[in-house]
């Protein structure tokens, strides 16, 4: 999704209502430069080599990232908190796909050490505390598994922060909101800014070892679909990817 203009949301409690922007959102994931072209490419990129691994997408929204590791080999769960994303997740991946609603801030509906690994795609930026989710999606992974996610990076969030006129301090967490008009609704969003050093000590202190931090580049058939969004893509920082081991 890009990133549009930032304002404060005068309805907090109905902030980031997926289920509202369901289809119109799909469509964008599907198609969109960002997604399609840049953060969904890398995430696989990442993830290399899965045929047979038992692999948990958190924040599986409609499922486009869950189909192309199931297409590779995978062996896919996924979870939402979007009640209306996890039927357009169905109707993709099938009635037999396991597709649970679940809150990343609540105690996980799998096993210890379920998964070989976990991919959490541009989820954890909605959360203010790191520290409960990582927890469990620690535990649920294998000695050995990993997690790999992506985040908004930091560096162009404050950057769009101070450049909409917030006195904020990029070495504090705090919390932004934009709107999204999408399908002909507008709904806040919200979100949570934090440094990257606090980031990689949240991945530490959940007994994690990173393994990887990446700032990739969109795939080049982009360049002549989207040419001024590629342009700012392989010129400036958008998203943050990381890839961390379950030691």
């Not at 954890?124 to 649920?140: C, F, I, M, N, Q």
Request: hydrophobic share 40%; with cysteine.
């Amino acid at each position: 999704m890009p990133i549009e203009d930032h304002v404060e949301s005068a309805h907090p409690s109905r902030a980031n209502d997926y289920d509202s922007l369901a289809e119109a959102y799909a469509a964008e994931n599907e198609a969109g430069i960002a997604n399609a072209y840049y953060e969904r490419p890398a995430i696989l990129a990442l993830a290399g080599e899965v045929s047979g691994r038992r692999i948990l997408d958190a924040g599986c929204g409609s499922g486009p990232l869950s189909e192309a590791l199931r297409d590779r080999g995978a062996v896919v769960s996924g979870i939402d908190n979007s009640a209306g994303m996890l039927e357009l997740a169905r109707r993709r991946l099938g009635e037999g796909a396991d597709l649970r609603l679940a809150d990343l801030r609540d105690p996980l509906p799998f096993d210890d050490g379920a998964f070989d690994d976990v991919v959490a795609s541009l989820v954890l930026h909605y959360l203010e505390d790191w520290g409960p989710t990582l927890a469990e999606l620690r535990r649920v992974l294998r000695t050995g598994g990993r997690l790999i996610v992506s985040v908004d990076h930091p560096f162009a969030i404050h950057a769009l922060q101070r450049q909409a006129g917030r006195k904020v301090s990029y070495l504090q967490s705090y919390n932004w909101t934009e709107e999204w008009t999408m399908g002909g609704r507008t709904v806040p969003m919200s979100f949570w800014h934090r440094p990257l050093h606090e980031m990689t000590d949240a991945f530490t202190a959940a007994r994690f070892r990173l393994a990887v931090i990446s700032e990739p580049q969109p795939v080049p058939a982009a360049r002549e679909l989207f040419p001024d969004e590629f342009r700012a893509l392989t010129t400036g920082p958008s998203f943050l990817f990381f890839v961390l081991d379950a030691g």
